[in-house]
């Protein structure tokens, strides 16, 4: 086996490419691997850089310790709106957000290779509709899923409305969307929400 790693720019993801398998891993276990600006940026980059390269025939996207995702980096996020960062309107700001999620989730959902994703831990509100933009997932049998839009007041972003209506149906993510209800391993693969469930101590 050949791995070859591959330069992200930032030690918030790590990229692997083995055999054809070009492997994502969000790398912020200290932050449940919250996406951090650093973050978003290299994955759009990465991905970009994936979907022309030839060696790459199939990606997994992961996130590193115990969690996959735990969505938008609030700390950075808050950070950024009281001033530490630049000033934007609000026009532009929604217009960035929106490039970056065609970047991310968009381009997982749309590339013409296999995308999976394996979650080791926790996948919500953003990291889950990454999750979800893939063409596969694989869950440890601890993991959970959740929307946790409603939590936060928010109504949710990075496509997961339309992902996961197409996985369970528009009344079953209305509901998941609404209540933030905690989806366990085995009954996201009942919903059809993953399509396996390994014993959370069989490691890589």
Request: contains cysteine; proline residues 2%; negative net charge.
């Amino acid at each position: 086996m050949t791995t070859s790693i591959t330069e992200t720019g930032t030690d918030h993801l790590l990229a692997a490419l083995e055999n054809g398998v070009l492997t994502l891993t969000m790398n912020r276990p200290e932050a449940r691997n919250a996406m951090s600006q650093e973050l978003n940026s290299a994955l759009q980059a990465a991905l970009a850089r994936a979907e022309l390269d030839d060696d790459v025939r199939c990606i997994v996207l992961t996130g590193a310790g115990k969690g996959f995702c735990a969505g938008g980096d609030v700390k950075g996020m808050n950070a950024r709106n009281s001033g530490d960062g630049e000033a934007v309107t609000i026009d532009a700001a929604i217009h960035r957000q929106r490039v970056n999620q065609r970047a991310t989730a968009g381009k997982l959902y749309a590339i013409p290779k296999p995308t999976i994703a394996a979650l080791p831990g926790a996948a919500a509100g953003a990291g889950l509709s990454l999750a979800l933009a893939c063409d596969m997932r694989i869950m440890a049998s601890n993991a959970i899923m959740t929307t946790a839009f409603a939590r936060v007041g928010f109504s949710g972003d990075y496509g997961g409305t339309f992902f996961l209506s197409q996985l369970v149906g528009t009344a079953k993510a209305r509901q998941l969307y609404f209540l933030s209800e905690r989806v366990s391993a085995d009954e996201a693969l009942q919903l059809g929400l993953t399509n396996w469930v390994c014993n959370a101590d069989d490691g890589e």
